[in-house]
């Protein structure tokens, strides 16, 4: 339970002997209750659209408007932290309307990052934890032969 929450109920268990249960019961119930990754996904995406009618200052890139709990003079920035901490795909999705390549270089390490593979070469420049991360230096897969191990193998005095 997230710290918020936690106020939220502590308050209600002090202020539950002075409302009717019903009433007690029916907003613990709401405190409680999980949402769905998407349900949260979608009501971010509505406030998202609401944060674009917004209007902002393009010099000083602060609002000029109350949004939500932020008042005027609010830089964006602290605003796209706050979708960026809750929504789950990021606030690139959000700001590049889910295009599929928002961040190109981002998608392209990412792919490279797939290629690494479990490593026992320890004393490697490429070793990373017990991985090797040679791809991502040079783009393609080291050259491993049965005969001779890891031709493209660096020794690193560091890690010995």
């Not at 979708?83 to 789950?88: E, P």
Request: glycine residues 6%; hydrophobic residues 30%.
């Amino acid at each position: 339970m997230n710290e918020v929450k936690r106020q939220a109920t502590e308050t209600m268990d002090e202020l539950h002997q002075t409302i009717p249960y019903c009433s007690y019961c029916a907003v613990m119930d709401g405190l409680q209750e999980i949402e769905t990754l998407r349900d949260r996904d979608e009501e971010l995406e509505k406030l998202w659209a609401e944060f674009g009618d917004v209007p902002m200052n393009p010099e000083t890139e602060c609002i000029e408007a109350p949004f939500m709990g932020w008042g005027v003079g609010i830089h964006r920035e602290e605003i796209w932290s706050w979708f960026d901490q809750r929504y789950s795909k990021g606030i690139a999705y959000l700001l590049y309307g889910g295009a599929e390549d928002y961040v190109p270089e981002t998608k392209r390490l990412y792919g490279l990052r797939k290629r690494c593979f479990e490593c026992e070469s320890r004393s490697c420049q490429f070793n990373h934890d017990g991985e090797c991360r040679f791809v991502l230096v040079h783009e393609r897969e080291p050259q491993i032969t049965e005969a001779d191990g890891c031709i493209d193998y660096d020794y690193s005095e560091e890690n010995t």
